[in-house]
């Protein structure tokens, strides 16, 4: 079965900071990986997807992730983070289930 | 329409009584699924229906009962539940069971408050 694990619980960052977070996948055949973003108090949204091609995804809001497949990692990247982009970030592969999660709170 | 809808938002419910919470989608999405969320976790994983039939059951209590009445609908029904089932109720659609090319399309969630 395919699994991710995310290892960063809690993240705290100043506005404008770089931003980094891990994602990686047990699976070793072909996977499909995701990150979601829920907002507090909003539902998750699909950030960005990997399915093939270009192993570097741009998503919304400025957001990218990279796959490696050598490192079997999806790590989410921003530039400079935002105070509004204080949320749970969650990644998942293809099937059915998603990571811990990684709480992001970004101060002012 | 690219929404899941699910009603009610919000439900407190007593121990003894029975509700369903409803989720909608019209997007033509063959793949509905039923998550629960404590606070600061994952979605759990809870019920999948594939064309209209239960394809997966993660060993739900019988107290939460799925129906999917067609293509475009998803019901739990809820009966005799615990205070610790209290929890956000998330549903989901996608094209295919299984997250595949596209992702999940979530509903905002029921909040439930069993007392």
């Known amino acids: 079965a395919q699994s991710v694990s995310q290892h960063n619980h809690h993240v705290i960052l100043s506005e404008a900071a770089s931003l980094e977070l891990g994602c990686n996948y047990s699976y070793g055949g072909t996977v499909n990986l995701f990150w979601y973003v829920q907002y507090p108090g909003q539902h998750l949204q699909l950030l960005l997807k990997?399915?093939?091609?270009?192993?570097l995804v741009k998503g919304i809001k400025g957001f990218e992730a990279e796959f490696i497949k050598s490192k079997f990692s999806f790590n989410l990247r921003k530039p400079s983070v935002q105070w509004s982009d204080t949320a749970e970030y969650f990644c998942a592969v293809s099937d059915m289930r998603f990571g811990a999660g990684t709480r992001l709170t970004v101060k002012p | 329409d690219t929404e899941v809808t699910q009603t009610p938002k919000h439900l407190v419910m007593g121990m003894t009584n029975k509700k369903s919470l409803k989720c909608e989608q019209h997007m033509g999405h063959r793949a509905m699924y039923w998550y629960k969320q404590k606070a600061k976790k994952p979605p759990e994983l809870m019920f999948v229906?594939?064309?209209?039939?239960?394809?997966i059951n993660e060993s739900v209590p019988s107290r939460f009962s799925p129906e999917c009445p067609n293509s475009s609908l998803l019901n739990l029904h809820l009966h005799a539940l615990q205070p610790e089932d209290s929890a956000l109720y998330l549903c989901a659609s996608s094209q295919e069971t299984g997250q595949r090319l596209y992702g999940y399309t979530f509903g905002s969630g029921t909040r439930l408050t069993v007392v």
């Open positions: 990997y399915f093939s091609g270009d192993p």
């Open positions: 229906y594939s064309y209209e039939k239960l394809s």
